[in-house]
């Protein structure tokens, strides 16, 4: 069965950087596309970014220019690379893998990242 496990996550001050990690295990990783999704207290789920088998990228309107996510298949590892973090992005960040419908069939257990002074 497909496991997805992030870390990466923590305390950081506003215009600091984190890199996210998501070591899959249990299926073709190389093979699907791959999310991250946040959740900020209090408020529903809200994609982030996004990369297919191919390697091709897209992120959210309010991520652009400040978040990279990149893949390394050698690994089965999903990155997602946080700068000049703001208060906002503070959240529960989730890896997904897209299924062939595009929707999301597995979810890691979601690692904290809060941006704070």
């Known amino acids: 069965e497909a496991q997805l496990v992030e870390s990466g996550g923590g305390l950081v001050q506003p215009g600091g950087s984190l890199r996210l990690s998501c070591a899959a295990s249990?299926?073709?990783?190389?093979?699907?596309?791959m999310s991250w999704v946040r959740q900020a207290p209090g408020k529903g789920l809200e994609w982030v970014s996004g990369?297919?088998?191919?390697?091709?990228?897209s992120y959210a309107d309010s991520v652009k220019g400040r978040f990279t996510i990149s893949r390394d298949n050698a690994k089965n590892t999903l990155y997602l690379q946080m700068n000049s973090l703001k208060p906002e992005d503070t959240a529960v960040y989730y890896c997904?893998?897209?299924?062939?419908?595009?929707?999301?069939?597995?979810w890691g257990q979601g690692t904290q990242v809060t941006v704070s002074s």
């Open positions: 990369v297919n088998s191919a390697g091709s990228t």
């Open positions: 249990g299926f073709t990783f190389s093979s699907y596309a």
């Open positions: 997904a893998k897209v299924n062939g419908l595009g929707g999301y069939d597995y």
